[in-house]
Nanobody, 111 residues
Framework: VQLVESGGGLVQPGGSLRLSCVAS????????MSWYRQIPGKERESVAG????????NYADSVKGRFTISRDNAKNTVYLKMNSLKPEDTGVYYC?????WGQGTQVTVSS
């Protein structure tokens, strides 16, 4: 199993980023996919999840209305579109399925 995240970077408050996670080595189209983040000084937390066909999504209260999770099963890719970013969104964002994790991508929100 391999999960490879990309799309992180430095963005000003109020800005946007789109994270991508390309998956391989398992049946992506049958798998629930999630995004987590680890903010400095805090435990890793769930940000968003999406069911295998994309029919159901869930979000942490802190990101509802600002973040959108989506997937393209033809490309074995899950996305996290992040709008209206805040400094408190700064952290390392990880792609997850079952017990597997990507290496993470750093998101820094700062002016």
């Amino acid at each position: 199993v391999q999960l490879v995240e990309s799309g992180g970077g430095l963005v000003q408050p109020g800005g946007s980023l789109r994270l991508s996670c390309v998956a391989s080595g398992f049946s992506f189209s049958r798998s629930v996919m999630s995004w987590y983040r680890q903010i400095p000084g805090k435990e890793r937390e769930s940000v968003a999840g999406i069911t295998s066909a994309g029919g159901s999504r869930n979000y942490a209260d802190s990101v509802k209305g600002r973040f959108t999770i989506s997937r393209d099963n033809a490309k074995n890719t899950v996305y996290l579109k992040m709008n209206s970013l805040k400094p408190e969104d700064t952290g390392v964002y990880y792609c997850n399925t079952a017990s597997y994790w990507g290496q993470g991508t750093q998101v820094t929100v700062s002016s």
